[in-house]
């Protein structure tokens, strides 16, 4: 089982060839989610092999169409191919009202239940909470409504050492000792700390969209293991960034060396570059552990 992130558009405004809009999935042992839908999405979840039905959460940063024009495709390719149960849509409250405009006008009935949620842009809150994940919304500083997302394992349980563990403990014993309490073991006690070994580590994932260059949520990533941090221009085009409300380059490995993060992934390039090693470059010249984030890089932060 793994916590994967799987790059399927790296554009900013416009596709272009083999370019696609923004779109990520992010697969955490059996849940998959997607984070925007940019135009063409889903050929390139087909192009990757990625199971469209086992897809349950979709979140939406915010309603500039490069981040959500590929939905309306999607959620009918998914009616097509006969999903059940619940999809889950989050984002600003524009987005709702959207899609249902859209699914009404073409009298398309899904078989599968639409549930949305309004994200807020202006506190974090914790948007989704599962026995294996917490998905929190981070504000950002854009025209308009715009939230990032901050995915985290929940801690893991202890782990039984093998070599101390007597062979015929009761699953409750195992249940005590993996929650980190002292066991009653034929009359005796089992010291927690001598029978189990520490917990696996639990990642944690910053996707931080269009946004001007900004320190408010410098705490809330705080030692990401990944952070993904848009880098529209090259830093010679600082003062286009501010106007159109983006980020460079070097802002986003600013933000990267600030909150201490393990690895910083910069995508929603500008069309503009070709090329896109220079930028690469020069986000690494302030934080060395940069990736470039384009269509089909894959980061394992647990395999």
Do not use: W
Request: with cysteine.
């Amino acid at each position: 089982m793994a916590f994967k992130v799987l790059v399927l558009g790296s554009n900013a405004a416009a596709p272009a060839l083999n370019k696609f809009n923004t779109s990520q999935l992010i697969t955490i042992d059996n849940h998959h989610l997607l984070i925007d839908c940019g135009e063409g999405a889903q050929l390139q979840l087909i192009k990757y092999r990625a199971k469209l039905a086992k897809i349950s959460h979709i979140f939406i940063s915010h309603m500039h169409g490069d981040h959500y024009f590929g939905l309306i495709g999607l959620l009918s390719t998914m009616h097509l191919f006969k999903k059940k149960g619940e999809l889950h849509l989050y984002g600003p409250p524009e987005l709702a009202e959207v899609i249902t405009v859209q699914l009404k006008a073409s009298m398309t009935f899904l078989n599968y239940r639409l549930v949305f949620h309004v994200t807020n842009g202006e506190v974090a809150e914790t948007i989704l909470e599962t026995s294996k994940f917490s998905v929190t919304s981070i504000p950002l500083a854009h025209q308009i409504h715009c939230t990032g997302f901050l995915i985290k394992e929940q801690p893991h349980q202890r782990r039984i050492n093998k070599a101390k563990m007597p062979y015929d403990l009761s699953l409750e014993n195992i249940g005590d000792l993996k929650s980190g309490r002292d066991t009653v073991y034929k009359n005796r006690i089992l010291s927690n700390q001598e029978y189990t070994l520490p917990p696996q580590p639990s990642f944690s994932y910053a996707y931080c969209s269009d946004t001007l260059f900004t320190k408010s949520f410098i705490e809330q990533i705080k030692g990401v293991d990944l952070l993904y941090h848009e880098a529209t221009f090259m830093h010679d085009m600082e003062a286009r960034a501010k106007v159109t409300h983006h980020s460079t380059t070097k802002q986003a490995a600013t933000i990267a060396k600030m909150a201490n993060v393990k690895q910083l992934m910069i995508g929603h390039f500008s069309i503009r570059y070709n090329e896109l090693d220079p930028l690469l470059e020069e986000a690494r010249e302030v934080f060395e552990q940069t990736i470039l984030g384009v269509e089909g890089t894959k980061v394992y932060l647990r395999k």
